[in-house]
């Protein structure tokens, strides 16, 4: 079955790079995703790729996919305080249903 | 305008009650899905529906049920609802192959 992992909480330091890590086990996914969730908000596509790349960049923004390993990272350059949220790493499955990861909490400290 | 509203934001109920959360969207989309939030859970999947006449479950379906009225409202409804049903729930749309999904602000839902 699918299943996507992320760990719970990550600490950094404006200004300082962010990266969040993914693992997921379903190696026929085609499309994984990274959403941000602001608080008392919903769900904001930040970014994807197609399972046949190793990396995107947009803007601060990279990811990196290791298929072998089924990881993905989101890398956050220059994280700044408006940054501070619940990202969710996500695999696209069947029927555009989506697997969402468990959520990792972002605080920027000052 | 939001493309996917939600109502109501928020509803506390007690044990027993019927509740129906509505999702209403605006992008045209044929797909619309309903998940729910809980802290340390990510989303969960309930029900998904392809069209009108589509309508499949979820990974969490049981004390659930929903009603697609038409391509623009999709509808959850909990028939007897139970304070483990306490959480965030959250409509989304999706029209694309790429499998982007758009979502709603969100229902805090309490049961006491």
């Known amino acids: 079955g699918e299943d996507v992992e992320q760990s719970l909480f990550l600490s950094v330091r404006e200004g300082d790079s962010s990266v969040i890590n993914c693992t997921y086990t379903d190696s026929s996914s085609t499309y994984l995703y990274w959403y941000k969730q602001e608080p008392g908000a919903g769900l904001q596509l930040l970014t994807y790729i197609f399972s046949n790349m190793d990396m995107k960049q947009d803007q601060r923004l990279t990811v990196l996919l290791n298929k072998k390993d089924k990881h993905l990272s989101l890398r956050i350059a220059d994280t700044q305080t408006g940054d501070s949220a619940i990202y969710f790493c996500?695999?696209?499955?069947?029927?555009?249903?989506?697997?969402f990861g468990t959520g990792t909490q972002l605080k920027v400290e000052l | 305008d939001a493309d996917v509203t939600q109502t109501p934001r928020n509803r506390i109920t007690k044990t027993g009650k019927r509740i129906m959360l509505e999702c209403s969207q605006t992008k045209g989309h044929d797909r619309m899905y309903w998940y729910r939030q809980d802290p340390g859970l990510g989303l969960q999947l309930i029900y998904y529906s392809f069209d009108v006449k589509d309508i499949n479950k979820g990974e969490i379906s049981d004390g659930y049920s929903v009603s697609r009225q038409a391509q623009a409202k999709f509808s959850l409804s909990l028939e007897s609802a139970i304070p483990n049903q306490t959480a965030l729930y959250f409509c989304?749309?999706?029209?694309?192959?790429?499998?982007?999904?758009?979502f709603g602000p969100g229902t805090r839902l309490t049961v006491l």
């Open positions: 989304a749309t999706s029209g694309t192959r790429d499998g982007e999904q758009f």
């Open positions: 996500a695999e696209k499955g069947g029927g555009n249903k989506l697997t």
